[in-house]
């Protein structure tokens, strides 16, 4: 890609030992990779798969113009994923969502189609997942959103509703908010709250997160154990979210 191309829109997509899922998911940005002015940022995650090999061969084809890969030899979590990312960045408005195959690319291409640029300095985008129970969701698992939603609203006193559904889209104005943010998945709840906090316009985007899809990919498997220890990570997280919002 020239550096002297403009880039009007930019989603940074997290990458933690997805190389088996790599190739599903560059097709599925098909669309997104014939946009003349967006670009899509693809972190590696530290991942300990082949992920990083697939990412030095994707760095030799010159067929994705507008694909820019980024290494990252520690992991450190999902949030500092994101925000290398994001820094990166050249468009006016910015993303990121998940690499697994329950979430969609193509939910960041719908919303560009919609956006006025010149209207939109404000703006923030966020997923709503409908229909859950058709796509694999458990009754349990219904709880936990609806309970991470009430317990973060009562600590953060305003509304935050389906914090963790992807893509996240905003303009790129939000990012000079942030002086310290979460290096895991806070960074879902760190920047809805900013955009509510310095009165972005906030949308929703009706999405599905389809749990039958997942399977590859770190940790893609929703045992009883994972989801307790989730909890509690979730009720840290979320003090310690509060302690990174009141320095800023």
């Known amino acids: 890609m020239s ?18 899922n790599l190739p599903g998911l560059l097709k599925r940005c098909d669309k997104l990779l014939k946009l003349k002015k967006f670009e899509l940022i693809l972190i590696n995650n530290g991942s300990n798969d082949e992920t990083e090999k697939i990412f030095k061969k994707l760095k030799k084809l010159k067929k994705f113009r507008n ?7 520690k992991n450190i979590g999902f949030g500092s994923g994101v925000m290398r990312g994001l820094k990166s960045s050249r468009g006016k408005i910015i993303g990121y969502t998940h690499a697994d195959r329950q979430t969609d690319p193509l939910d960041f291409y719908k919303c560009i189609k919609k956006i006025d640029l010149s209207k939109n300095e404000k703006l923030f985008i966020k997923g709503n997942r409908i229909n859950k129970s ?12 609806l309970s991470q939603s009430i317990f973060q609203s009562i600590f953060l006193f305003t509304f935050m509703h ?8 905003f303009s790129k104005s939000l990012i000079k908010y942030k002086k ?23 949308n929703k985007l009706d999405v599905v997160f ?7 990919g770190s940790g ?11 909890i509690f990570q979730h009720i840290i997280g979320t003090f310690v979210l509060i302690k990174i919002l009141m320095s800023n």
């Open 210 to 216: 389809n749990k039958k899809f997942r399977g590859f």
């Open 134 to 145: 058709k796509h694999g969701w458990t009754y349990f698992d219904i709880f936990l959103t």
């Open 220 to 230: 893609n498997n929703d045992t009883f154990l994972k989801n307790i220890k989730g």
């Open 180 to 202: 310290s943010y979460p290096k895991d998945f806070l960074i879902d709840t760190y920047f809805y709250y900013l955009a509510k906090k310095h009165n972005y316009k906030i």
């Open 162 to 169: 389906d914090i963790h559904s992807q893509p996240n889209i």
């Open 67 to 73: 694909l820019k890969l980024i290494d990252i030899k």
């Open 3 to 20: 550096i002297k191309t403009k880039i009007d829109y930019s989603l940074v997509i997290p990458c933690f030992n997805e190389a088996d």
